[in-house]
């Protein structure tokens, strides 16, 4: 973890991208949570290897293809160092989280799940840890069990412990939130889940990038997350998964690379991870998301935690002094995420006005509408922060939100 004092401007020299302008007005990116930007370590790392690496992995017994099978392969290891997986065995490559979490829905859920079994996930999953286990159920009869949230949007703890029981087969829930930024206590929850017996999923989407996560640590079964909300590359994610689970678990898709050998008759399936990864994967993504981790871990995890706390300290306080303006989510601890409504205001034409001042943020259900309907609310509008973001970014954000209530006040 790097010591040195955190150097706002020279991240920001890093990314490329903050320097246009949108809309003629500088951008001020505060949608972090959506899709996190690349830092320049990681398009060159990209382009390093379309440019002079390329070629299939796992195939040929060229040259070419054996540098990007160790590229592939070097990028596992990277990743396994990064969550401190114990094997790179326990580290598969997929499309991203919702994937991740598809994968084990359906493997370990047509293995495990029967009419009457229990799946405990919370009120403030994002859609991609949902409706895969509402189709895991549907499939075999199980069914869904949602802990509540008390009034700040943090997790009724209480409430999540009764509700594990003989019937509970899986507690599957997020991190953090991507639609309030609320971090939950994700080491209590496994544990009362371990405790139990029960094997436990952790949605670390919006995780990944804010804090340092070692799932041996954690205890985890499953974990999950998306590369390009970690400076890295779309089209790629990593599902980590226990060894002695994954070996278990049948394949989820057939291809090649997930065989060992191929009849008209019957096939057999190649070792972790490759098992689970059928097809010709991202390896450019695989690559630049290595070079992501090296990135996040030269600024250090705990400084970008550190820096994200402060401007979310300085959102609140200055978006809380605007009349008519409601924050949604005040759980005592948050992740750089700052959902809000404006009075009179829908949010997404709250964003548009945003927009023109070049501030990006989201508006709308943020893929929780379970959540929403919870709230009370259509929508709202979000801003997020990542390592970039900075308190110009922020004070073009309230000057836009008073430019709002001007022109519909
Ligand atoms: N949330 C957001 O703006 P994918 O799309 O597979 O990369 O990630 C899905 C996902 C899963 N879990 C959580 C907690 C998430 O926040 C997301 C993606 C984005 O909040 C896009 S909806």
């Known amino acids: 973890m790097s010591a040195a004092p955190y150097d706002i401007a020279r991240v920001r020299g890093d990314f490329p ?6 809309n003629g007005r500088p951008l001020a990116y505060l949608d972090s949570a959506a899709s996190t930007q690349r830092p320049r370590a990681v398009l060159a790392a990209v382009e390093h290897y379309e440019t002079h690496v390329h070629a299939n992995v796992h195939r ?13 392969e070097a990028a596992r290891e990277r990743v ?118 029960i094997p436990t999923l952790i949605d670390g989407a919006q995780a990944v990038a804010h804090e340092a996560v070692d799932v041996q640590a954690l205890g985890c079964d499953f974990y999950a997350f998306s590369s390009h909300k970690l400076y890295g590359p779309t089209g790629l994610g990593v599902l980590y998964g226990r060894e002695a689970l994954l070996e278990k678990m049948p394949p989820w898709q057939g291809g090649g690379d997930m065989i060992r050998t191929v009849s008209f008759e019957k096939s057999t ?10 097809g010709t994967p991202h390896i450019s993504g695989a690559v630049g998301l290595a070079a992501a981790m090296d990135y996040v871990e030269s600024l250090g995890l705990a400084q970008i935690a550190a820096h994200e706390r402060s401007l979310l300290a300085q959102a609140t306080e200055s978006l809380s002094a605007i009349p008519g303006i409601r924050l949604h989510g005040t759980a005592a601890h948050k992740a750089g995420v700052l959902s809000f409504t404006l009075a009179g205001v829908h949010p997404h034409d709250l964003g548009t006005i945003l927009d ?32 970039y973001s900075n308190a110009q970014d922020v004070i073009q954000l309230t000057e836009a939100v008073h430019k709002a209530r001007e022109v519909f006040g």
């Open 80 to 197: 396994r160092r990064y969550l401190n997986a114990a094997s790179t065995h326990e580290i598969i490559f997929v499309r991203g989280a919702t994937e991740a979490i598809n994968l084990v829905a359906q493997s370990w859920g047509r293995m495990s799940l029967k009419t009457g079994d229990e799946i405990v996930i919370s009120s403030l999953e994002h859609h991609a840890n949902i409706v895969p286990w509402q189709m895991a159920c549907e499939a075999t009869g199980a069914k869904l069990v949602v802990a509540p949230i008390n009034e700040r949007g943090e997790l009724q703890f209480e409430a999540y412990v009764a509700l594990l029981g003989p019937r509970t087969r899986l507690v599957a829930m997020t991190h953090v939130s991507n639609a309030l930024g609320t971090v939950l206590p994700v080491a209590q929850i496994i544990a009362a889940a371990r405790e139990r017996g």
């Open 17 to 22: 991208i903050l320097s246009r302008q949108v």
């Open 269 to 278: 399936w190649n070792d972790l991870p490759y098992k689970f990864e059928a």
């Open 60 to 72: 040929g017994v060229h040259t070419l293809s054996q540098l990007a099978t160790d590229a592939f």
């Open 356 to 387: 023109h001042e070049g501030v990006a943020i989201r508006a709308g259900h943020h893929c929780a509408m379970p959540l929403m309907e919870l709230l009370g609310l259509p929508a709202t509008a979000r801003a997020s922060f990542g390592c």
